[in-house]
């Protein structure tokens, strides 16, 4: 199967996990695509200043790889900045936010995989 750029659905999400602003949300491959062992697999576009607030994953994890922009990461209490190329991990149990800072977009590969 060949998925052509274009083709994948948009949602465009307010206040994600009570974060401020917008998100789109590119839809890459869905959960029965991943034999239901993921639940995203897909490419968040945040516009300058926006986020996703502060959640904690249970029964799951969730991994970010920064395509580009830059990132104001919370890892469990732990605020860092995220540049293209990082990757950031949540396991089950453990909690994270995510904002976009700076004055470009920040384009993050996200993928949730179910414990």
Excluded: C, W
């Excluded at 904690?56 to 293209?84: C, R």
């Amino acid at each position: 199967m060949i998925k052509r750029k274009g083709s994948y659905p948009l949602q465009r999400r307010e206040k994600m996990r009570d974060g401020d602003g917008a998100v789109t949300v590119e839809s890459h491959l869905t959960p029965a695509e991943m034999y239901d062992k993921g639940r995203l697999f897909a490419k968040l576009i945040f516009d300058p200043g926006s986020s996703i607030g502060y959640h904690v994953h249970e029964g799951e994890m969730e991994a970010f790889y920064i395509l580009s922009g830059v990132a104001e990461y919370n890892d469990n209490g732990n605020t860092v900045t995220l540049q293209p190329g990082d990757t950031a991990l949540t396991p089950s149990r453990e909690g994270h936010s995510i904002r976009s800072v700076g004055h470009e977009q920040l384009v993050v590969l996200a993928l949730i995989v179910i414990k």
